[in-house]
């Protein structure tokens, strides 16, 4: 479904002197694919380019290189019309349900505005009609919520509502966004099995983006571990939940206070040290200034992403 080659995206961080620009390295030489029907995981700490490449696949950010192709069709050279056009099989579900809803808007007019938008619908009381089914649909009493503002809805009517507006234009493919992670404990749960019951309806594919492991190790069919803009680990679900082969892997699973492997707990080394700045990122491997396994080459030399077992990719020259 979605192809990325040697994806970058930089972002400008001013001048240092007179003359040299420098560039925040969010995004740095990437390349995946996600599979039509799959849930497919994006995890990693908070600056590693997660939010970044879920941007790019939505078109809400432009790559500085690289291809990304949906389909076959390069994503970023679409205009006009057919842009238009892409942006109704690609939604997304932000972290923040409040920021993301307009609060001088009710939940009728948040919901039937993309329809309107794409020609959808034909008046506005076809457009009532199918919102109060995609209400419905996740979870929330039509009646009691259509009429409200933003700021009248609790946390996670709020994210349904951000749900049912991606759903209103019946999107092949969803990025999700930390969907869960502004919520309560009690109803994250709740989320997300809305979510897995919607993609068996509706037939969608998932980028789930998060730092939680838990949520990922729960929805995804294949997981990838970024780090300061680069992919270093890529495998299936319960593969990389059982065996992790990069350090930075290992460290994840590893600060995961309630995460555990056949009722043993996960054992590893604890991580050292603060993450580079991506405006001047290290040469080499980048996590090797935090790396308790380097060795020569991960100082001088950028390890390329290989597989190393059926469906697995590792980039790495010592792995665990």
């Known amino acids: 479904m979605f192809e990325a080659e040697g994806l970058k995206v930089y972002f400008s961080a001013g001048r240092s002197g007179l003359f040299a620009r420098k560039y925040v390295h969010a995004v740095d030489g990437v390349s995946f694919l996600i599979r039509e029907g799959e849930v497919f995981g994006l995890v990693g700490e908070s600056g590693s380019g997660k939010t970044t490449i879920g941007r790019v696949l939505c078109r809400l950010t432009s790559p500085t290189s690289g291809t990304v192709s949906f389909e076959g069709k390069d ?3 679409l205009r006009g019309e057919r842009l238009k ?3 109704r099989q ?8 409040y920021e993301s809803l307009n609060p001088y808007s009710t939940v009728v007019d948040a919901v039937t505005f993309p329809m ?11 457009a009532r009609r199918d919102c109060e089914e995609l209400l419905d649909r996740v979870g929330l009493r039509r009646h009691d919520v259509m009429s409200k503002y933003p700021h009248e809805l609790s946390g996670g009517e709020r994210q349904r509502v951000s749900i049912a507006r991606a759903l209103a234009v019946r999107p092949r493919f969803i990025v999700a966004d930390e969907p869960v992670s502004m919520l309560d404990i009690s109803i994250q749960a709740g989320i997300l099995n809305l979510m897995m019951d919607l993609k068996k309806e509706y037939g969608l594919t998932y980028m789930l983006i998060t730092h939680d492991l ?20 890529l495998a299936p679900g319960e593969e990389l939940m059982k065996h992790q082969f990069h350090p930075y892997s290992q460290l994840l699973v590893s600060s995961a206070a309630s995460f555990e492997l056949g009722g043993e707990r996960k054992e590893t080394w604890s991580g050292k040290g ?3 700045s991506a405006i001047d990122p290290p040469s080499g491997c980048r996590f090797h200034p935090r790396c308790p396994f380097r060795v020569e080459e991960c100082d001088r030399e950028e390890p390329k992403l290989r597989m190393i077992r059926p469906d ?3 980039s790495c020259f010592n792995p665990q």
């Open 90 to 97: 690609v939604q997304m579900i932000f972290q923040d349900p």
């Open 274 to 276: 603060e993450i580079p």
């Open 312 to 314: 697995h990719y590792l």
């Open 116 to 126: 309107r938008v794409q020609g959808l619908v034909d008046n506005r009381n076809q």
């Open 85 to 87: 056009r892409y942006r």
């Open 214 to 233: 838990r949520v990922t190790q729960y929805m995804s069919d294949r997981i990838a571990v970024m780090y300061l803009g680069k992919l270093v680990e």
């Open 75 to 77: 994503i970023t050279k």
